[in-house]
């Protein structure tokens, strides 16, 4: 494999300097293609993450298919990544994989023009339930699973919990009661991390099964403005924040306490629930290694213990643009075809930590992830989780977590902040041309 800052004639002059500069950003992974009969390239992101997990699935493609080599692109992340990808598949000068957002981001590429049809490819059938539709346009598949899911809802000492002799809860209520009995331990009952603004966001993001489950269709009814944030349920999310305030569950600090201090809690007991997405566990581990053992996961509790279940972000995309032709698209295929297989899944997990389940029915995770993982892959192969709602809807304002720590901090109320974010979410429908908007 070889980092190749590739640049085609029909892209414009600025597109080939962002190349340039970005291609090689990452390290060098330059290596010598052998006696490869086939050359591609692979456009991956550039955080340190995603380069190891890009390196060490090629290295393993690249061993069991000598006859292929693979050259890596880096692309910067959030924005300016997004314009990058639309602007090399428009100028027709996206190399022959890359691997990009699932769900809403997905359709924004326009798919059924840009990308190369995978519905007639075998390892579509073994796609999960919940990750196919995110790779879906006008009922045909152009993508496979890259990387791993992961899980949003409550990271928790699962040692205090045994000391305390409570239970996973189940509803509400029940969490509730288990704060006020960690209350009285003297411990931190719900721990929250306003210094990392995103993090705010989860009792309202991670509360989306319990949303579906209570109105089934909830999420076409809120692409078509039908339904608000600031009716039930969706209001729950916001009135879950502002409940655990003001009964003085969280630690004091939460405005300055950013995401390492509140694992750094968690780890020590100090904390004991914190409402996060799975995947910052890899955080917690290489930090807190001897703790990683007493820390589990659970589902983000709603009012009906029948319909307990796990809100699921689904993995990223691998995709083949359009214009891939001849040997070059069938030796891409085979990489799909590699990355959506057991072997290939493997090759992830030896690369990077798997913050939760993998979008193939095929793939397992090793035995060797933490604790909380396994708990969050538990929902998944039970069938007990809902897609977050980002991978089912576009519509997504982009004040939330400003909104969630407003009412976190007590500076304004659960009614009136759903009410300002449907405001915030209007504003962006708009601007994508929703129907009934």
Known sequence: MRCSPKTGAGAVAAISLLLAST??????????TGDAETTITFLSGSEPTDVALTEGVVEAFEAAN???????????????????????????????????????????????QSLTLMSDQPWVAELTENFAPTVTADGQVYGAPWGAGSGGGVMYNAAVYEELGLEIPRTWDQFMANNEEI????????????????????FVLADYHNVEAESPGWAEQYTANQVKYADPPALDGFTHIEEVREAGYINEDAGSTTL?????????????????LSWTLESLAQNNP???????????????EANYGLTEWQPGGLYIPATATGPELEAAKRFVAFVASQEGCTAMSE????????????????????????????????????????????????????????????TRSAADAAALYDEDVKKQAEQLGLPGW
């Not at 930590?353 to 892959?377: L, N």
Request: proline letters at 7%; hydrophobic letters at 35%.
């Open 351 to 410: 690369s990077a930590f798997p913050g939760g389940a993998y979008g193939m029915r095929s793939c397992t995770v090793p035995d060797s992830v933490p604790r909380g993982i396994k708990d969050v892959v538990a929902y998944s192969e039970q069938g007990n989780s809902t897609p977050a709602l980002e991978f089912v809807s576009p519509v997504k304002g982009p004040a939330l977590e400003q909104i969630c720590i407003e009412v976190g901090t007590g």
């Open 290 to 304: 001897d703790a990683v053992d007493d820390i589990g996961f659970f589902a983000l509790p709603g009012e009906d």
């Open 260 to 276: 390492d201090e509140a694992l750094a809690m968690i780890a020590s007991g100090d904390g004991v629930h914190f409402p996060i």
């Open 66 to 112: 000598p006859d292929v080599a693979i050259q890596i692109e880096t692309r910067p992340g959030g924005s300016e990544g997004d314009n990058l990808i639309k602007t090399r598949l428009a100028t027709e000068d996206m190399p022959e994989l890359f691997e990009y957002n699932s769900g809403s981001l997905f359709q924004a590429l326009n798919p059924t």
């Open 23 to 32: 291609a090689c950003q990452a390290g060098d992974l330059t290596s010598t």
């Open 183 to 202: 209350k009285a331990a003297g411990k931190t009952a719900v721990v929250q991390a306003y210094g990392t603004t995103w993090t705010s966001q989860l």
